[in-house]
């Protein structure tokens, strides 16, 4: 009796009880394959790509670079060793992991105006210039005379 139950709750068989082909099994396996490889190019690859990056740059450092940890520390590199790093942020120095190391620093403050310059924005120098001759407030040009009076609420507040 269980025997008959059993086999009526099996899977119905398709083609009058003959395994699936193999046309059919790929069928199958194609939509996991497709995400496979759709995974591949945009997940996995660009990751290697990256880590391969990283584990270059960390090659190449030397001391008397300047460079940023994954924490936010920014500092020139005094010492390196295979493992650590001995980091001098400031007046302090800080052993760190090699691998704490996220990236380099432009070395002078030359290198970040040319590449403001290049890019279009204005160097810290530019806007000091632009500083001495400040732009009339907007509300100056409506009030006139007016305009050197300021009431609290115009007045910026420091906190």
Not at 11 to 32: I, Y
Not at 42 to 62: D, F, G, N, V
Not at 80 to 102: F, H, W
């Amino acid at each position: 009796m269980f025997e008959s139950i059993a086999f009526a709750m099996g899977p119905v068989p398709q083609n009058g009880g003959a395994a699936p082909g193999g046309t059919d099994m790929l069928m199958q396996f194609l939509p996991l394959i497709l995400m496979f490889v759709i995974f591949w190019f945009l997940l996995i690859r660009p990751q290697q790509k990256r880590t391969k990056a990283h584990k270059q740059m960390l090659a190449e450092l030397k001391p008397g670079d300047r460079v940023q940890t994954g924490s936010g520390f920014v500092g020139r590199i005094v010492e390196i060793d295979d493992e650590q790093v001995l980091l001098e942020c400031g007046d302090s120095k800080l052993r760190m992991v090699r691998g704490a190391i996220a990236g380099f620093l432009a070395d002078g403050k030359n290198d970040k105006a040319d590449r403001n310059s290049k890019s279009g924005k204005s160097s810290k120098a530019d806007k000091t210039k632009k500083a001495d001759n400040p732009p009339a407030h907007p509300a100056a040009l409506d009030k006139g005379d007016d305009a050197d009076k300021t009431t609290a609420e115009e007045k910026p507040q420091n906190l």
